[in-house]
């Protein structure tokens, strides 16, 4: 029985998140929709896109069963192609998309880091703009309280 470890782009913490959300098999990975792929802790679209190509590429390279396959390509030739044309997915190369995986998955990572690296940015300037604010507030009680000092 094939592994969700099988699928390139999928290792074992991945595989153990997956089958946290019932998807334990890569035909399961296959036929679920990239939007509830999305919903799943760690998938971007991107990513959701290629783990999803990904495992449809498996399944089409190691099944023996033709009743399984042929609606199978068919699925992945509607997701896949922008236009109504069939694409001939015995061509697939494995080792090019092993590669694109790997490399979205790294993309995927940069925006990540650099969204919380400027979150983390964002709050360290409203953390200063706050102080800022209290220190000038503080002052403003500072001479008020002087003024009414010179008054009396």
Do not use: C, W
């Amino acid at each position: 029985m094939a592994k969700l470890t099988d699928v390139v782009g999928i290792g074992p913490v991945t595989a153990k998140v997956l089958a946290d959300h019932h998807i334990k098999t890569p035909e399961a990975l296959a036929a679920i929709s990239i939007a509830a792929l999305e919903k799943v802790p760690g998938f971007s679209n991107l990513r959701a896109k290629a783990v999803k190509k990904a495992a449809a590429v498996y399944l089409l390279k190691n099944t023996n069963n033709q009743t399984t396959i042929t609606p199978l390509k068919q699925t992945i030739a509607k997701e896949f192609t922008n236009q109504n044309t069939t694409t001939n997915l015995s061509s697939v190369s494995p080792h090019n998309d092993a590669e694109k995986i790997k490399n979205n998955i790294k993309k995927d990572r940069k925006k990540d880091s650099l969204k919380n690296k400027t979150k983390k940015k964002i709050k360290k300037k409203e953390k200063n703009e706050e102080k800022d604010k209290t220190k000038i507030k503080k002052e403003k009680k500072k001479k008020n309280k002087k003024k009414i000092k010179k008054k009396l």
